[in-house]
């Protein structure tokens, strides 16, 4: 998505106050890093301009906001995740393991250091900024959603499930995954789980779908 943009004019996105340009990706790249480095409070505008090697004014021509920037690179990540989730992912493997594969892929991106940010950001300023809900719920559980449906969607043609709502079975199952370690997350109880309690959800979620829609 970003990288169609090199060598392009620079152009406005309306939707979210953007413009893009030939250095878009080396502003992007630079705020990942600080940003993963520092916090969304604790990265200072100057920090990223030097980090990506661009001038402020370069930056601030990119992206108007922080909250913009932070979001842009957030959107970016989500992105990237369920493109690797995808990839590997074997449109004839079993239904389980397939649903395996991908639950220990929403877990990780949740428990993430970016994906707590995040959520954290979009919670505190939902009120003044609405967009970024927005944007986040597009690039992180719409995303989910509409990959899983699409797998499921020739599981079901394959005879392997019976579903009759394919988004509705895709949120459910995505919700499933975040059983006890959402909230704990959320709430600074022991945010980074160990991988066996990671595995137990995970396949408590599989179990539990395939008990619904299995065949």
Do not use: W
Not at 78 to 86: H, I, K, L, S
Not at 89 to 111: H, S, T, W, Y
Not at 161 to 173: C, E, G, K, T
């Amino acid at each position: 998505m970003v990288a169609a943009c090199l060598g392009m004019r620079e152009m406005n996105d309306d939707s979210h106050g953007i413009r893009r340009g030939r250095k878009f990706d080396q502003v992007l790249a630079g705020a990942r890093e600080v940003f993963l480095r520092d916090g969304f409070e604790g990265a200072s505008v100057d920090d990223i301009a030097r980090v990506a090697g661009v001038s402020k004014a370069t930056l601030y021509n990119y992206f108007p906001d922080k909250r913009l920037l932070f979001m842009e690179v957030a959107r970016a990540e989500c992105r990237r995740a369920a493109d690797e989730a995808e990839a590997l992912i074997d449109d004839a493997a079993p239904v389980a393991e397939v649903l395996r594969l991908a639950g220990e892929r929403i877990v990780a991106f949740a428990q993430s250091d970016l994906g707590q940010r995040m959520h954290r950001l979009c919670v505190a300023e939902s009120d003044r900024f609405p967009a970024l809900g927005q944007v986040f719920y597009e690039s992180g559980p719409q995303l989910v959603r509409e990959r899983l449906a699409v797998y499921l969607a020739k599981a079901v043609a394959r005879g392997e499930v019976r579903i009759d709502d394919l988004n509705l079975a895709a949120d459910q199952f995505a919700q499933l995954c975040k059983a006890d370690l959402h909230d704990r997350a959320v709430f600074g109880i022991d945010p980074a789980r160990a991988p066996r309690e990671v595995a137990r959800v995970v396949e408590g979620a599989v179990a539990m779908f395939m008990a619904r829609y299995g065949v």
